[in-house]
């Protein structure tokens, strides 16, 4: 059975102070709760007041970004070991925002997810396609490319490890979502996609998230889809009665 993850993505929000009342009330809400699993990525200067929240209960501690190198000069960058060290389990990878503001390839976000795996981090790789893209016919193609750019080399065993994660970037924080068929449809193909890289059984077993303005009034809908595992939330991560909604919404 496929794990079911609602993963938060809180992006570059929340001061330490913030983040750890948003926290709280989050364990509050759904620290206790058994199924979904949950994961809380807060901005790196939040993370070790989060950590110390989390401490004890349920909820996971992820982040939105790391390096692939061990250690060096890399000015502003944070390495696999240094996350492990804070209680992190879980890393955001690619997600459309590093693609298109910060010149991320699938090449980098492969470097990162296979050295995210050697340290025991799971890696949640994000894939999706423009508006410009869905609608000249593309949209297959491009998940087609970043799929096998992201995830190439990866063993069996790695990719069952790893989360994918859809968001159509149409839909990222525009309050545009993709309907439960149109999201399904493309999980389909990804899933479709992963059969083909390591066989059905692999394919079976990744986790494959939806994102892409999440809210609580349309998650009930996305999760009744036979391929769509969890989320992952944007904006409404932030709002504690809200997201706790997206997780009682998959319980």
Partial sequence: MRKKIIAGNWKMNKSADEARTLALALRRAIGEMKHPEVVICPPFTAMGEVAAV?????????????????????????SARMLLTIGCTEV??????????????????????????????????????????????????????????????????????????YEPVWAIGTGKVATPDQAEEVHRHIRRLLSDMHGGNAAAEVT????????????????????????LVGGASLVADEFAAIVKAMT
Wanted: proline share 1%; charged share 25%; glycine share 10%.
């Fill in 92 to 165: 955001i990878l690619g997600h459309s925002e590093r693609r298109s503001l910060f010149s991320e390839t699938d090449q980098a976000v492969n470097a990162k997810a296979k050295k995210a795996l050697a340290a025991g981090l799971t890696p949640i790789v994000c894939v999706g396609e423009t508006l410009a893209q869905r609608e000249s016919g593309a949209m297959e193609k491009v998940i087609e490319q970043q799929i096998h750019g992201s995830l190439d080399s990866l063993s069996e065993a790695d990719l069952k490890r790893t989360v994918i994660a």
């Fill in 208 to 231: 494959i998230l939806y994102g892409g303005s999440v809210k609580a009034d349309n998650a009930a809908g996305l999760f009744e889809m036979e391929n769509i595992d969890g989320a």
């Fill in 54 to 78: 989390l401490k004890g209960s349920r909820l996971r501690l992820g982040a939105q970004n790391m390096h692939q190198a061990d250690s060096g000069a890399y000015t502003g960058e944070i």
